[in-house]
């Protein structure tokens, strides 16, 4: 084996730095997002949980409880189809006025699944859901 010369490596220049950690940040921040799916005529609705730097993929858990890996390709057109479509609840299209209603409901119907779990579990069980 021939030794050849090596070259130095290339430090990262504090501006390349900067801009990786603003990047770094701006990945981070579309954890929370809401994101939408359309399989098979139904859009799923999701929000992205968490981010992977090592790969840069983003955890999206949808509603039916399923999660999914999307690359930011993915993850960008999926933010875009729930900014751009109208809200749905059980594969109905919900009109504005209407949402709030409907999310009051649900949000009483969990509470009601929570109050069942800590009677049936008893308090310290159901504390974590």
Sequence with gaps: MVNQPTRPRRARTPSLLAREKEQLEKDKSYVRCS???QINDKLHLGVVTSFKPRGR????RYDDGTTERMAWGDLELAMQLHSSSPLQVDEEVVPEKEVAASLSLRASENLKHI???KKVLGKNMADSL
Aim: hydrophobic share 70%; no cysteine.
């Design 115 to 117: 109050i069942h779990a």
């Design 57 to 60: 993929t983003w955890l999206v």
């Design 35 to 37: 994101v939408a799916k």
